[in-house]
């Protein structure tokens, strides 16, 4: 077993910080982390939270925090997905600033990672960094996602319960919904709901559930104002209904097997794409081909298909 995967089952804070730092700058020892990490993991329950940029996820992830911890006593980590810095490449750590009333906890791990150019709302390493902290011992991982509103799907992907948080002032949960984040919502939450406007959201919420007909699952809508630290308890009951349902009817299974695949696929493609930047870093004429392409005297996809015909040899 890697030293620093022995440390994080420990319960090593610094030992898990490292590891996630080694995952995101894919450092030689990644995969050998990631494969130890495996079989210590699949425990923790992941809610991802996703929504237009001023929503108050980040506000509201806090006070989730808070009471996981004072109420729950759980043990919780959160992923903050960042924009990337355009001067640094890293997160611009505005989610960690706001969180930053948990720093001191030993039972709370918060990272914050830039998006470095993934689409989606989410870092492409967000998945491998769960499952350290997941290693680490967390009962619950929040994913709190970069906030692109129309591209920010990814987190159906990762998380077992989505919420979509809504902002009655910004008049953007309509234009939200077409973007196709109601089909991923498990659960809505209108946030900053003393704001004028939130009756209006919850009706329009509430018809466009009506829209869909009989689900299994029917998302349902609860308000919060996190600044004054209500609804918090409300809400959590609602996730926690989810979660019932995902263990009673089966899907809770599904989901992680799904999962599963996913990642496999994942993995492979990005295998796969990191041995063609090597197959054309290793080829002295690529930069000429690339030019006749330019030229109209050779197609793309001819040449993709070369580059496929070297890896399969």
Not at 82 to 93: C, H, K, M, Q, V
Not at 110 to 134: H, P
Not at 271 to 290: H, M
Request: charged share 25%; glycine share 10%.
């Amino acid at each position: 077993m890697h030293e620093l995967v022995r440390r994080i089952v420990e319960g090593d804070k610094r030992a898990a910080a490292r590891a996630i730092t080694h995952i995101e700058n894919d450092a030689p020892q990644k995969h050998e982390i990631l494969r130890d990490l495996h079989s210590h993991t699949g425990h923790a329950y992941l809610v991802g939270l996703t929504g237009s940029p001023g929503a108050g996820k980040s506000s509201l992830t806090d006070r989730v925090i808070t009471y996981l911890r004072k109420e729950l006593g759980k043990k919780v980590g959160v992923i903050a997905v960042d924009p990337t810095s355009p001067f640094t490449g890293g997160a611009i750590l505005g989610d960690r600033v706001r969180m930053g009333s948990h720093a001191l906890d030993p039972d709370v791990f918060i990272r914050s990672m830039g998006t470095r150019g993934s689409l989606g709302g989410l870092a492409r390493t967000t998945q491998e960094a769960i499952r350290v902290l997941d290693a680490w011992g967390c009962d619950v991982i929040l994913i709190e996602t970069v906030g692109v509103g129309q591209s920010e799907l990814d987190i159906m992907n990762v998380a077992d319960s989505t919420v979509v948080v809504l902002n009655p002032s910004a008049g953007d949960h309509i234009q939200t919904m077409k973007a196709g984040i109601m089909e991923i919502a498990d659960l809505f939450v209108i946030n900053k709901a003393d704001l004028p406007g939130a009756d209006k959201t919850d009706r329009e919420v509430s018809n466009m559930l009506d829209l869909m007909g009989h689900v299994p699952w029917r998302p349902p809508v609860t308000r919060t104002i996190s600044r004054d630290n209500k609804g918090i308890p409300e809400f959590w009951a609602k996730v926690q209904d989810h979660f019932a349902y995902l263990q009673d009817s089966g899907e809770w299974d599904k989901r992680r097997l799904k999962r599963r695949q996913d990642e496999v696929l994942a993995i492979v493609e990005g295998q796969l794409t990191r041995r063609v930047k090597e197959l054309t870093q290793q080829d002295s004429s690529w930069g000429g081909k690339i030019a006749q392409v330019e030229q109209g005297k050779l197609d793309p996809y001819s040449i993709a298909e070369e580059l496929v015909g070297k890896l399969l040899r």
